[in-house]
T-cell receptor, first 113, second 115 residues
Framework: AQSVTQLGSHVSVSEGALVLLRCNYS??????LFWYVQYPNQGLQLLLK??????LVKGINGFEAEFKKSETSFHLTKPSAHMSDAAEYFC???????????FGKGTSLLVTP | KAGVTQTPRYLIKTRGQQVTLSCSPI?????VSWYQQTPGQGLQFLFE???????NKGNFPGRFSGRQFSNSRSEMNVSTLELGDSALYLC??????????????FGPGTRLTVL
């Protein structure tokens, strides 16, 4: 079954510091991978996705992620954190049907001044 | 264009009651998916509808059901509510439901509290 594991339920960074949110996947087929962000009292917004092709994926708000098959990882990074990046981040993989997403438990990002 | 709308945004029910949640997808989208979000279990897939047909279903008891109308609007129903059903219920719409090809747009959710 396709699944993802997010390492670290809470991550704290200083404003301007590098953001690194970790996600490892398990999939019996080439995976489709996603990162979503959720702000308080809102739904999820897609940051970026990997399907095929280039392994370095650029998304919105300056985020990017690199698909590493050898490490079964899809970590999310941003060079310089902003206060507005404070939110819950979810890594997800499409399930075997291709029509549903299996989400990780989420990582809460705190950005301190 | 308008995003995914969910009504109501907040709901309080008591155990044993039933509840119906509504989701209006983005215009032109024919696939609607439902997810349950709880602090303990995280985000879990409930079911997906496309052209009024349930195409995919998650591992939830039969108390959870849904339907989709000809205009792609969808409802989900939970009968005989239990305390553990308290959650944020998220609806997502996409053009055809294929997660790798078409972005799923999420609504703001309905916060259900069961007392």
């Amino acid at each position: 079954a396709q699944s993802v594991t997010q390492l670290g339920s809470h991550v704290s960074v200083s404003e301007g510091a590098l953001v690194l949110l970790r996600c490892n996947y398990s999939s019996s087929v080439p995976p489709y991978l996603f990162w979503y962000v959720q702000y308080p009292n809102q739904g999820l917004q897609l940051l970026l996705k990997y399907t095929t092709g280039a392994t370095l994926v650029k998304g919105i708000n300056g985020f990017e992620a690199e698909f590493k098959k050898s490490e079964t990882s899809f970590h999310l990074t941003k060079p310089s954190a902003h206060m507005s990046d404070a939110a819950e981040y979810f890594c997800a993989v499409s399930d075997s049907s291709g029509y549903a997403l299996n989400f990780g438990k989420g990582t809460s990002l705190l950005v301190t001044p | 264009k308008a995003g995914v709308t969910q009504t109501p945004r907040y709901l309080i029910k008591t155990r044993g009651q039933q509840v119906t949640l509504s989701c209006s997808p983005i215009s032109g989208h024919r696939s609607v998916s439902w997810y349950q979000q709880t602090p303990g279990q995280g985000l879990q897939f409930l079911f997906e509808y496309f052209s009024e047909t349930q195409r995919n279903k998650g591992n939830f008891p039969g108390r959870f059901s849904g339907r989709q109308f000809s205009n792609s609007r969808s409802e989900m129903n939970v009968s005989t509510l239990e305390l553990g059903d308290s959650a944020l219920y998220l609806c997502a719409s996409s053009f055809d439901g294929r997660a790798g090809y078409n972005e799923q747009f999420f609504g703001p959710g309905t916060r259900l509290t069961v007392l």
